[in-house]
Nanobody, 122 residues
Framework: QVQLAESGGGSVQSGGSLRLSCAAS?????QAWFRRTPGKEREGVAQ???????TYADSVKGRFTISRDYARRSLTLQMNTLNSEDTAIYYC???????????????????WGQGTQVTVAS
């Protein structure tokens, strides 16, 4: 059974940076970061698939970078040039499925962390 745990959330001024980390207790093929704000469904932020191909939401392209260790048991989201729209609970997600149906599809991921709060001051 895979367990995920996020860390690195916190408060930051607009324009600042944060680095989120996710530790996985077991091997997974694909990993991603999602985020959720009140009243909204979780939205995909960034994904790295089995082949190390990355996908980013348009809203974070050029600002966020997803990466992982070679064993795929540690996931990182480097977040730069943060703005107030980035305020959300960020979730680490992973899938033991070898292939993803399409980028940033929530239902493709069968393991989720508890989330970590990121707050960006305007």
């Amino acid at each position: 059974q895979v367990q995920l745990a996020e860390s690195g959330g916190g408060s930051v001024q607009s324009g600042g940076s944060l680095r989120l980390s996710c530790a996985a207790s077991g091997y997974t093929y694909n990993q991603a970061w999602f985020r959720r704000t009140p009243g909204k469904e979780r939205e995909g932020v960034a994904q790295i698939d089995h082949y190390s191909s990355t996908t980013y939401a348009d809203s974070v392209k050029g600002r966020f970078t997803i990466s992982r260790d070679y064993a795929r048991r540690s996931l990182t989201l480097q977040m730069n040039t943060l703005n107030s729209e980035d305020t959300a609970i960020y979730y680490c997600a992973a899938s033991t499925r070898m292939h993803l149906s399409e980028p940033l599809r929530e239902t493709d991921f069968n393991f989720w962390g508890q989330g970590t709060q990121v707050t960006v001051a305007s």
